[in-house]
Every structure is written in structure tokens, then in C-alpha cells.
């Protein structure tokens, strides 16, 4: 089994590279879907972060308002350290989980925005960046996930630097360019995962 860890800064493309090396025939582990299912209702998760932030942060749904609590925490270090004391420890289980269950011959892709954050990279045989300019990036969040300028800048400052995510890579992607750019680079990238697998 390779494992490869995959990280990048929100609005890099990280999400579409994962998407385009599991359609090649990787084991995608998402993080970001784990900590989704971490904190759904009935979990225990979901009744930690009530007990923290309040019942504020549930919709009428009794699920988790995401958008309440990134609000939050992207406003405030100890409130986001206290998020992450609850849910880090519960994607790390489950994840756990997942890659014991692949296949013994498989590209194993762990796809972790905070993984230079978090310092795992050396918990992974590869560590694939996605980098793309700042400008690019913001205008992405903007435009495609409708988020405000100050939401995003926000989100963007509470993460690793490209310069700290680029000195824990063993691979970079540069997704400034277009979609077929982006799909030679993952490619070459998928048959360099093989090769090494």
C-alpha cells in the first residue's frame, strides 16, 4: 500500500486532483467528509460540539449549522483549538478505519487540507500539494462557494502558508492553469503513485 497524503489551501482545487486520481484508481479517504459524518446527528461528536458552543449551532434540523460555527471559529484561535480538540481526534479514528479496509496493492490518497498544520507529513510515503496563486484562490470562493471576501481571506489566514504546505511536499501541482493543464499534471502524478506503489 502507498499512501499519499493530499493537502492544499481552500480554493487551491485540492478537491478536483482528488477527484480526478480517484477516477484513476485511488483509494480516496476524505477528511473533510469524515469530519462531516463525525458530527451528524445522533453522534457523539455532534453532542460534544453542542456542549461547547451551545445549541445555537444546530439547524432547526438538529443538524450542525457548519456555516454558524466556521463563523465562529475562523474568528477566534481558542474557539477553532476547541473545535479541533473534539473533531481531530475522531477523523483520526475513523480514518484509521479506512485505510486498514484497502486493499494491500492500493494508492491510498488521504485527501487533508490541514495536513502541514497538523504536521502529518510523515505519516505518509508521499505528500501531494495543490498550490495556486492567492488571487486565484480567493476569487474561487467568491465565485464558486459564495463566500465573502472577509469569510474567505479568514478561512485562508488560519491555514499554512504555501511556502509552509510546499516545504513538506514531495510533489506539487500548480493549479493556476486550466482543467486540461491540471489533468496532464495528475497524469503524470498517477503514473509516478503507480510506479512507487
Known amino acids: 500500500m502507498l499512501k499519499v497524503?493530499?493537502?492544499g489551501g481552500i480554493g487551491s482545487g485540492k478537491s478536483e486532483v482528488s477527484a480526478l486520481l480517484r477516477a484513476r484508481g485511488a483509494v480516496v479517504v476524505d477528511a473533510d467528509r469524515i469530519a462531516r459524518e463525525v458530527v451528524e446527528p445522533g453522534t457523539p461528536g455532534l453532542a460534544a460540539v453542542v456542549?461547547?458552543?451551545?445549541?445555537?449551532?444546530?439547524?432547526?434540523?438538529?443538524?450542525?449549522?457548519?456555516?454558524k460555527v466556521g463563523r465562529i471559529v475562523f474568528?477566534?484561535?481558542?474557539?477553532?483549538?476547541a473545535l479541533?480538540?473534539?473533531?481531530?481526534?475522531l477523523v483520526g479514528e475513523r480514518t484509521e478505519e479506512l485505510m486498514a479496509a484497502a486493499p494491500a496493492d492500493a494508492v491510498v490518497v488521504y485527501d487533508v487540507p490541514l495536513l502541514a498544520e497538523n504536521g502529518l507529513a510523515?505519516?505518509?510515503?508521499?505528500?501531494v500539494?495543490?498550490?495556486a496563486p492567492e488571487?486565484?484562490?480567493?476569487?474561487?470562493?467568491?465565485?464558486r462557494r459564495g463566500m465573502t471576501e472577509e469569510d474567505a481571506r479568514a478561512r485562508m489566514a488560519n491555514q499554512a502558508s504555501p511556502e509552509e504546505r510546499r516545504a513538506v511536499a514531495t510533489r506539487v501541482i500548480d493549479n493556476s492553469g486550466t482543467l486540461d493543464d491540471l489533468k496532464k499534471q495528475v497524469d503524470a502524478l498517477?503514473?509516478?503513485?503507480?510506479?512507487?506503489?
Open 84 to 89: 479541533n480538540a473534539i473533531v481531530h481526534p
Open 135 to 143: 488571487e486565484a484562490r480567493l476569487d474561487r470562493l467568491v465565485a
Open 75 to 81: 474568528a477566534d484561535p481558542e474557539r477553532l483549538a
Open 129 to 131: 500539494v495543490v498550490d
Open 51 to 67: 456542549a461547547e458552543f451551545g445549541e445555537d449551532v444546530l439547524l432547526p434540523s438538529g443538524g450542525l449549522d457548519r456555516e
Open 5 to 7: 497524503g493530499l493537502t
Open 190 to 197: 498517477w503514473e509516478y503513485l503507480t510506479r512507487s506503489a
Open 122 to 127: 510523515s505519516m505518509y510515503d508521499e505528500v
